[in-house]
């Protein structure tokens, strides 16, 4: 695309340089007197032909100079030599880097979009991850939570049951040296009184049975 543009400035100066040449040699023409001369002799035969042969004479800027236009397209060739040589290469060199830098910085500019885009990706799946640990830690330490309330109640209640069954213990042997004592004492007095009575000593059976009756007149307080 870079060598069609300038071939094509190159033909328009092409034909920019042939196009005034007659001009250019009507100018060599009147620097020299003799060619002037000329000149105005061929002048003076124009204008005493006829009219239809001066109808025919071309206007100066549709003359053309053989030589001069040769000259142009001498200058042409050399300057478009020159110029794809010498200046062409570097211009479009420059051209060529400046699309490659372009393109390159593109390519950069789309691998940091992606790395972007993978480094965000990333990021949103750590903060899903922890959201999801973090929720599991809660869970775990509810479960934590209500396992030790649940323990706490069974030793609370544990606890109470045992303190219930030393206290209905205690009562129980309470009871039972309580009984052991009103025993003592009632067989005491039954042998006082029945030694009044019967007035002779009693006899280990007979002491037996009178506790016996004793203990089973005592009422129960169960």
Do not use: C
Request: hydrophobic content about 45%; charged content about 25%.
């Amino acid at each position: 695309m870079s060598y069609l543009r300038f071939a094509l400035m190159a033909v328009a100066v092409l034909f920019v340089s042939l196009g005034p040449a007659g001009v250019t040699g009507s100018a060599f023409a009147a620097d020299d007197p003799k060619v002037a001369a000329d000149a105005d002799h061929e002048g003076g035969e124009e204008e005493s032909a006829d009219g239809e042969h001066a109808e025919h004479v071309l206007p100066p800027i549709l003359s053309m100079d053989p030589g001069a236009a040769i000259v142009n397209v001498v200058i042409f060739l050399g300057t478009f030599l020159i110029l794809a040589k010498l200046v062409w290469p570097v211009i479009l060199g420059g051209l060529k880097a400046r699309e490659d830098k372009i393109a390159s910085d593109l390519k950069n500019a789309q691998d940091a979009n992606l790395k972007a885009e993978q480094l965000l990706a990333d990021y949103e799946k750590k903060v899903q991850d922890v959201a999801s640990e973090a929720q599991g830690i809660l869970a775990e330490a509810r479960r934590d939570a209500q396992s030790n309330a649940t323990k706490i109640i069974d030793e609370a209640k544990a606890d109470a049951r045992r303190q219930g069954e030393r206290a209905l213990a205690d009562i129980e042997t309470a009871k039972k040296v309580a009984l052991s004592e009103i025993a003592s004492q009632t067989s005491a007095l039954a042998i006082g009184v029945a030694k009044q009575v019967v007035g002779r000593e009693l006899k280990a059976e007979d002491h037996a049975e009178l506790i016996r009756k004793s203990l089973e007149q005592v009422p129960s307080k169960n």
